[in-house]
């Protein structure tokens, strides 16, 4: 979407506000815009761009159509635009030089070469679903269509002659301590607190430092440290992480009253036994999701646990750790939402205003549970191992399918393994719900954590790109009936394209931010960025021994021998990280202003290691 910001008054309301952020970021980062993407661009971008370039007004291409080309072209252009994962071309949403570097790559012998193309092939099968074996066959198809998108392109300039057609029992701020005022024992306390049951076993100076990383505040920081967490908590990061945002505030409640509590039993003075000052927790900045679902507190806790144990943490990659990462980055990208690039500016609610709150516990909810059990091995190894898990799922979304269906057995079995709905099960968060919302939340994080599945990325990068364009043009077309005595304003079309995108697409905004949190690795602060490339390389060659093992082929950037880091960071960053974050930068110029940067900087580092990794040999 290419917008003119225009100029904004200094009391232009929030839309000002967002227009000059747009304006901003364009003037501040090197990031480039969702048109000018080159290195992203595919041939759904291309055939918008021709379509959009013979329809522009005043050009002598649109002079000589008849008004049914119009139409039809107009037609054709919504029909791109709503195309998204149910398109049978997988390559039509591949970037094209990517598709490129896996078709001429193997005409090089250079070993820099063939390491790219290997990249290159991991990206398209993983994030594309291509098979490696039939690339070169459908790239055949793909480089095919492309020339008919290069012949349309050359005829608009000759268009004249070209025909082209849970409720609660008691006040969720008045629950005790487990009865620490009436000197019961830490055992019976534990049993009967909100808080996470390792807490308690926490010395007092992790309980503080652990009460102000869980913060409001510092849980919506996109710097947050999920491997100091792990080490702070004993290795329970999920449990503590999605605790404290799925029952925020009244998690950072109860935090806070615990170690004033605990403060005041240990001092001998006698003030310290005066009574503390009383905290609205209602008033705390948070979700809420508890009072509005009566989700039992300690059940939460249960069915955090239990899934935390539930993850492989022997995995060096798909563990524990990597699912409270996506929990936080996902909530840190949420909350980014409402704040503007700049500190000293007011708030944008816009989007959140339009987003129902059981949507929001729903995405949540999916980040928490969405690798759970994972194997540490990708669906493509479920394939072609014909695993138990690939027979039982058909071979589509094999782990993803997997993962939901064992967050749900977790939460509605009882000990008896019957599904127990209303039942007083241990782990059943969903107790005191209504039947219409243990259906809707169902629905919900079922489809979000189907849409974690990798295969699906570049469909889902241009959905988002085609909502955008698409909201655009209606606003522009609404705002040109509403206004015909002048031309519409920049700062109407792009409320008015913002509005219509947050409202119509809010879900999907909230499913693309859930697949962005989950390979936002690379876009973290450089030390955390590199100690994930690590972790998840050695998945990668763990997958490629047993690969090897079995016979199989080992995939690309699966084999030890031969994978070299900076230019598996390269290529995941040029072709899936950054410009998938580009585009969520276009709808939320906030988080383009904060996370953009650091991709170019995270890119320009492994650029200049794979210099000197070729200097030395």
């Given at each position: 979407?290419?917008?003119?910001?225009?100029?904004?008054?200094s009391n232009g309301g929030k839309i000002?506000?967002?227009?000059?952020?747009?304006?901003?970021?364009?003037?501040?980062?090197?990031?480039?815009?969702?048109?000018?993407?080159?290195?992203?661009?595919?041939?759904?971008?291309?055939?918008?761009?021709?379509?959009?370039?013979?329809?522009?007004?005043?050009?002598?291409?649109?002079?000589?159509?008849?008004?049914?080309?119009?139409?039809?072209?107009?037609?054709?252009?919504?029909?791109?635009?709503?195309?998204?994962?149910?398109?049978?071309?997988?390559?039509?949403?591949?970037?094209?030089?990517?598709?490129?570097?896996?078709?001429?790559?193997?005409?090089?012998?250079?070993?820099?070469?063939?390491?790219?193309?290997?990249?290159?092939?991991?990206?398209?099968?993983?994030?594309?679903?291509?098979?490696?074996?039939?690339?070169?066959?459908?790239?055949?198809?793909?480089?095919?269509?492309?020339?008919?998108?290069?012949?349309?392109?050359?005829?608009?300039?000759?268009?004249?002659?070209?025909?082209?057609?849970?409720?609660?029992?008691?006040?969720?701020?008045?629950?005790?301590?487990?009865?620490?005022?009436?000197?019961?024992?830490?055992?019976?306390?534990?049993?009967?607190?909100?808080?996470?049951?390792?807490?308690?076993?926490?010395?007092?100076?992790?309980?503080?430092?652990?009460?102000?990383?869980?913060?409001?505040?510092?849980?919506?920081?996109?710097?947050?440290?999920?491997?100091?967490?792990?080490?702070?908590?004993?290795?329970?990061?999920?449990?503590?992480?999605?605790?404290?945002?799925?029952?925020?505030?009244?998690?950072?409640?109860?935090?806070?009253?615990?170690?004033?509590?605990?403060?005041?039993?240990?001092?001998?003075?006698?003030?310290?036994?005066?009574?503390?000052?009383?905290?609205?927790?209602?008033?705390?900045?948070?979700?809420?999701?508890?009072?509005?679902?009566?989700?039992?507190?300690?059940?939460?806790?249960?069915?955090?646990?239990?899934?935390?144990?539930?993850?492989?943490?022997?995995?060096?990659?798909?563990?524990?750790?990597?699912?409270?990462?996506?929990?936080?980055?996902?909530?840190?990208?949420?909350?980014?939402?409402?704040?503007?690039?700049?500190?000293?500016?007011?708030?944008?609610?816009?989007?959140?205003?339009?987003?129902?709150?059981?949507?929001?516990?729903?995405?949540?909810?999916?980040?928490t549970v969405h690798d759970v059990q994972?194997?540490?091995?990708?669906?493509?190894?479920?394939?072609?191992?014909?695993?138990?898990?690939?027979?039982?799922?058909?071979?589509?979304?094999?782990?993803?399918?997997?993962?939901?269906?064992?967050?749900?057995?977790?939460?509605?079995?009882?000990?008896?393994?019957?599904?127990?709905?209303?039942?007083?099960?241990?782990?059943?968060?969903?107790?005191?719900?209504?039947?219409?919302?243990?259906?809707?939340?169902?629905?919900?994080?079922?489809e979000a954590v189907l849409h974690t599945?990798?295969?699906?990325?570049?469909?889902?990068?241009?959905?988002?790109?085609?909502?955008?364009?698409?909201?655009?043009?209606?606003?522009?077309?609404?705002?040109?009936?509403?206004?015909?005595?002048?031309?519409?304003?920049?700062?109407?079309?792009?409320?008015?394209?913002?509005?219509?995108?947050?409202?119509?697409?809010?879900?999907?905004?909230?499913?693309?931010?859930?697949?962005?949190?989950?390979?936002?690795?690379?876009?973290?602060?450089?030390?955390?960025?590199?100690?994930?490339?690590?972790?998840?390389?050695?998945?990668?060659?763990?997958?490629?021994?047993?690969?090897?093992?079995?016979?199989?082929?080992?995939?690309?950037?699966?084999?030890?021998?031969?994978?070299?880091?900076?230019?598996?960071?390269?290529?995941?960053?040029?072709?899936?990280?950054?410009?998938?974050?580009?585009?969520?930068?276009?709808?939320?110029?906030?988080?383009?202003?904060?996370?953009?940067?650091?991709?170019?900087?995270?890119?320009?580092?492994?650029?200049?290691?794979?210099?000197?990794?070729?200097?030395?040999?």
């Amino acid at each position: 979407m290419t917008v003119d910001t225009g100029s904004s008054s200094s009391n232009g309301g929030k839309i000002d506000r967002r227009a000059s952020l747009l304006q901003a970021r364009s003037q501040r980062s090197s990031m480039p815009s969702l048109a000018l993407a080159s290195q992203a661009v595919t041939k759904w971008d291309s055939s918008i761009s021709v379509i959009n370039s013979i329809l522009e007004p005043g050009s002598s291409s649109l002079q000589g159509l008849s008004d049914d080309q119009i139409a039809g072209l107009n037609d054709i252009r919504e029909l791109l635009l709503m195309q998204g994962e149910d398109d049978d071309d997988q390559t039509a949403h591949i970037p094209t030089d990517l598709l490129r570097k896996v078709q001429e790559g193997g005409k090089q012998k250079k070993h820099h070469d063939v390491t790219e193309r290997r990249t290159s092939q991991h990206i398209v099968a993983v994030y594309g679903g291509l098979e490696t074996k039939s690339t070169k066959e459908r790239l055949k198809t793909a480089f095919q269509a492309t020339t008919f998108t290069t012949l349309l392109s050359s005829m608009s300039v000759r268009a004249q002659t070209v025909d082209i057609q849970g409720p609660f029992h008691e006040s969720l701020s008045g629950i005790s301590f487990g009865g620490h005022n009436n000197g019961e024992s830490i055992a019976r306390a534990e049993m009967r607190s909100p808080l996470p049951v390792t807490w308690h076993a926490l010395p007092m100076e992790k309980r503080i430092e652990l009460s102000q990383l869980l913060s409001w505040e510092s849980l919506r920081k996109w710097d947050f440290d999920i491997f100091h967490i792990a080490e702070l908590t004993d290795g329970h990061p999920l449990v503590f992480v999605s605790w404290a945002i799925l029952a925020s505030p009244y998690s950072q409640y109860w935090m806070q009253l615990s170690i004033q509590h605990d403060q005041a039993s240990s001092s001998s003075s006698s003030s310290s036994h005066e009574s503390s000052p009383t905290i609205d927790v209602e008033k705390m900045e948070g979700y809420h999701f508890l009072r509005e679902f009566r989700i039992p507190p300690i059940t939460l806790v249960a069915y955090l646990y239990t899934i935390e144990d539930d993850y492989k943490n022997d995995n060096p990659y798909h563990n524990s750790t990597h699912a409270a990462d996506v929990t936080q980055s996902l909530h840190a990208m949420i909350q980014m939402t409402k704040t503007s690039a700049d500190d000293d500016l007011e708030s944008i609610d816009t989007f959140l205003d339009e987003i129902p709150s059981i949507q929001l516990f729903c995405i949540l909810l999916a980040a928490t549970v969405h690798d759970v059990q994972h194997p540490g091995t990708n669906n493509k190894y479920q394939i072609h191992a014909r695993t138990d898990l690939a027979l039982q799922y058909n071979d589509i979304s094999v782990l993803e399918n997997m993962h939901a269906s064992h967050a749900f057995t977790r939460m509605l079995n009882d000990a008896s393994n019957d599904i127990n709905l209303h039942g007083d099960s241990r782990c059943n968060i969903l107790h005191h719900a209504s039947q219409s919302q243990i259906i809707s939340i169902r629905k919900h994080t079922i489809e979000a954590v189907l849409h974690t599945d990798m295969s699906k990325h570049f469909a889902s990068v241009s959905e988002i790109k085609g909502f955008l364009l698409s909201a655009e043009s209606t606003a522009k077309a609404d705002e040109t009936t509403t206004q015909q005595q002048e031309q519409p304003t920049q700062r109407s079309i792009i409320e008015k394209t913002f509005q219509t995108m947050y409202k119509e697409h809010g879900w999907n905004l909230l499913l693309y931010m859930l697949h962005l949190a989950d390979i936002s690795n690379p876009a973290k602060a450089r030390d955390i960025a590199i100690r994930w490339a690590d972790c998840c390389l050695q998945e990668f060659f763990q997958q490629g021994d047993k690969e090897a093992k079995l016979g199989l082929a080992i995939s690309p950037l699966c084999d030890r021998a031969t994978t070299e880091k900076p230019q598996s960071q390269i290529g995941f960053l040029q072709f899936v990280v950054q410009p998938a974050f580009a585009v969520l930068g276009t709808a939320f110029p906030q988080i383009g202003s904060r996370i953009s940067p650091i991709i170019e900087r995270n890119l320009q580092f492994w650029e200049d290691e794979k210099d000197k990794s070729a200097g030395k040999s």
